[in-house]
Every structure is written in C-alpha cells, then in structure tokens.
C-alpha cells in the first residue's frame, strides 16, 4: 500500500553514532527491511519484537533484502516477519527509509526500508517466536488513558531547563528555536496543546536532550526500554514513527479494523481505539460515532457477560469504504 509522500523520508540518524564512515565510489550498498507490527490485545498496544544481540535489549523484525529470493520489498518484509515473529501480515504499509552509514569496517552503507504492519489479536499469542511489548514501555508519556502521565512533569521540567540553555541553531528541519519547539511537541505545562500525532517529534526532541536514546545513561538520565539494531542503532524513532502514523491513519481510514477480530463487541472497539490514541473516549459519543458514520453493523448474535446483559455483537460493515471518502474514527480525544 502507497504511504503518503511526507513519510517516504530519508533520515540520516547522527545520534547513534559519531563520524560514519565515507561513502566510495562504486562501493555497493546494503538494503535491510524492517517491520513494525502493531496490534492490540487485551487492550493494551503492543509491538513484535525480537532479541538483539546484547542481554536485555530487543529489536524490530527484518533482514537483508535479497532480489533473488524476494521479488518485491514488501514480499521481502513479509518474509522476515513470518519467519522471526511467526506472524501473517496482511496490512503493510511503507513507513520511511533510513539511510545510515556505518562507520564498523568492512560493513557496506546500509538503506533501510521499513513498515508498518499491522496484526489481529489472534495473531499476537505468547505462542509466536515474537515477543509482544507495550509501546508505552518504550514511550510512557503518550499514555493518557489514566489521565496525564506522571512521568511527564518531570520530562517537561528537564525540557524546560534545557531548552533555556544556549545551543547550537537549529536545522533547517527545524525553523523554530527550543522552547518553540517544545511548545509544539509536548503542548503547554498542563498538556493543553498536547498533539497525540507528534510521537516522534517528541521523542526526537528528548533524544537531542538527551533525556532518550544512547546518550541518556551518560546524561545520568532515566533510560526508558530500547530498540537497538546491531547495525541501524537506535530504532525507537521508527517505533515512534509507526505509532504517530497508526495515530493518523485511524481517524480518516478503517485500519483500526484491521487490529480487531472478526466480531467485536462496541466495548472491545472503543478500548482498542482508546489503546491506540492514549486517551479515554466518552462511551456514548464514541457508540454515536461508529453507528452513525455506518462503520459498523450488528451480527445478530450476542456474547454472555458475568453480571450483565448480553453485548451485541458487530463486524466491520465493508461497503463504507465505497460510501465514504475517508471513513475512519474521526475522535478528538480531551487532555485532563
């Protein structure tokens, strides 16, 4: 599937290392595909991830892209991923592409394609070679479901004090100066302004601070759970990539259906959207919305609570899609 223009970016990642290594004339370079699955279970957020070489730290799913055994990126990428998480994807779409050069000889300069996939909860078991975390492991402040996180106030004063120190200017990427840029990634001191699409703004602005990424511990920072490819470095940015983008996408396409299973009940629905987008939705709004935009339609059949009236069950009703130009979840969920 085709991803908007702005995300087909190349991005050279200075952070994970110092000086790379000079590209040659002639010299070939590697493409490695990488992919992010999402999906929701128990309505929790969770990414697959694999071990990396160090104890304790983990990593996407990918590998080397090989034209004589892929025909395609994306068949390339669903290899990979069937082959180290176990997992089918049927929703793959292209993510960004990293360019990195490394600078560990003989290594080759190295492209990396990624992905965002996404999988139903049936394919997410403890079963799977993959072990499935929650992206709030890895980004704690973007859970708003309990109200405003409590790790944010002291991420915010950090930011604060760092972005009054005197820096370097900005690049070009970056017209604004610190506290601008603080302001538009992480809203106001109460979260008002807060923007759940800036993931990775965020997380790019505490990893220039050094409050994330390799260079927290040195800081003497909190170190929150990694990413870290044996060649690519840190891979939280494409974590937090995927997740702004799934953030997008669900408001103005179905892709939500594509994290549930094939029947649901509205309950089960709202906690996924809620999962994804970090807020708690008001359940009468959210239930008008889906009725009301046609998302949804009932099975007619219903499933047995303990202490409660049977819920109905509903499928995702596909026609919308012909109906409609952008049928997603258009929530606007509230900051406390």
């Known amino acids: ?25 002639g010299e070939a370079v590697a493409v490695t595909l ?15 991830v694999v071990p990396a070489q160090r104890p304790g730290e983990d990593r996407l799913p990918g590998g080397p892209f090989r034209p004589g055994d892929h025909r395609t990126l994306e068949d390339g990428v669903r290899g990979w991923a069937h082959a180290q998480t176990g997992v089918e994807t049927r ?15 003989p290594v080759e300069p190295t492209l990396c394609v990624s992905y965002l996939a996404l999988a139903a909860p049936r394919h997410c078991s403890d079963r799977t070679p993959a072990t499935w975390r929650s992206w709030y492991a890895f980004f704690p402040w973007e859970d708003w479901r309990c109200g405003r996180p409590e790790c944010l106030a002291e991420i915010h004063a950090h930011l604060e004090a760092w972005a009054a ?42 990893q220039e601070a050094e409050l994330a990424g390799p260079a927290a511990p040195a800081a003497g920072k909190r170190r929150w759970p990694g990413l870290v ?71 007619g059949e219903h499933r047995l609570r303990t202490g409660g009236r049977p819920a109905r069950l509903y499928r995702f009703r596909r026609d ?12 606007k969920p509230g900051r406390g």
């Open 1 to 25: 599937m085709n991803t908007p223009g702005r995300h087909k970016t190349a991005v050279l990642n200075a952070a994970t290392r110092a000086s790379p290594r000079a590209y040659q004339a």
């Open 34 to 48: 990488g992919a992010v699955i999402l999906a929701v279970r128990a309505a929790e957020p969770v990414v697959a």
């Open 91 to 105: 929703f793959l779409q292209q993510l960004c592409t990293l360019a990195d050069g490394i600078d560990l000889d």
């Open 165 to 206: 120190q005197p820096g370097p200017p900005c690049a070009a990427r970056w017209p604004a100066d610190r506290s601008q840029r603080l302001r538009m990634a992480f809203g106001g001191t109460a979260g008002g302004g807060w923007d759940e699409e800036k993931v990775l703004e965020r997380y790019e602005l505490m």
């Open 229 to 299: 490819h044996p060649l690519l470095g840190d891979q939280a940015p494409v974590l937090a990539r995927a997740i702004g983008e799934l953030r997008r996408a669900v408001k103005y396409r179905p892709v939500v259906f594509e994290l549930m299973p094939d029947e649901f009940t509205l309950f089960e629905l709202q906690k996924t959207v809620e999962a994804i987008l970090g807020p708690n939705l008001h359940k009468q709004n959210f239930r008008r919305l889906v009725e009301g935009c046609g998302l949804v339609e009932p099975t």
């Open 320 to 331: 919308v899609i012909y109906e409609r130009a952008a049928p997603g979840v258009k929530v």
